[in-house]
């Protein structure tokens, strides 16, 4: 009799003690593992957040200075006073070779170039571009025909490609250069994707 009651108390106290003690464990285990979701899902909503804005910064950083550099009275004089185009072109160099300042991990080419496709100034990783280095085929590369059907004051950023010249993965950037409402040439650099790429793998940083 006092064995089944015994029994009956063990039964009790697990009832009462463990399976309540069970049920809490499974409940704050659910829980837990619900907030840890929730906490990586916020984590990760925080740094997709830097992330974009950080990408969009250096955009709009790059859109910036290539509109400002588009608006050099040198690009647009080197047609409209021939007579001066060896002033004109070490001009244009100069203003090129402080665009490439702005972004001297991210960017490798800059150049300036005519309604045709010619290069008419051109800047490799800081280095002057001798005549030789200069490209006639311009037009070959995606962004060549929507940079000329950009209007005053417009910009062009295309989908990344494999740039011939350095073999970087890079996103072009080009303004054109307008005088007395006529298209005269485009202004144009590029962005490395392994800038980005090297920013984003060390602090998410790309100031």
Known sequence: MFRHIRYKFIVILLITGLLPLIVGTAVYLTTSKQEMVVEAEHVLLQESSHVTFAIETIFLKAQTNILLTSENPAFARYFTDPRHRGEWR???EKTLRRLQLFFPEAMSVTAFIDGTGQEITKVVIKQIATNEKLSSRIRELPFFVPGLSQPPGGIYQGDPYLNPETRLWV??????????????GLIYFDLNLEYFSHKLKGNLSLN
């Not at 996103?171 to 005269?184: D, E, K, M, Q, R």
């Open 171 to 184: 996103i072009p950037f080009v303004a054109p250069v307008y005088a007395g409402g006529h298209i005269l």
């Open 90 to 92: 070490e001009e244009q």
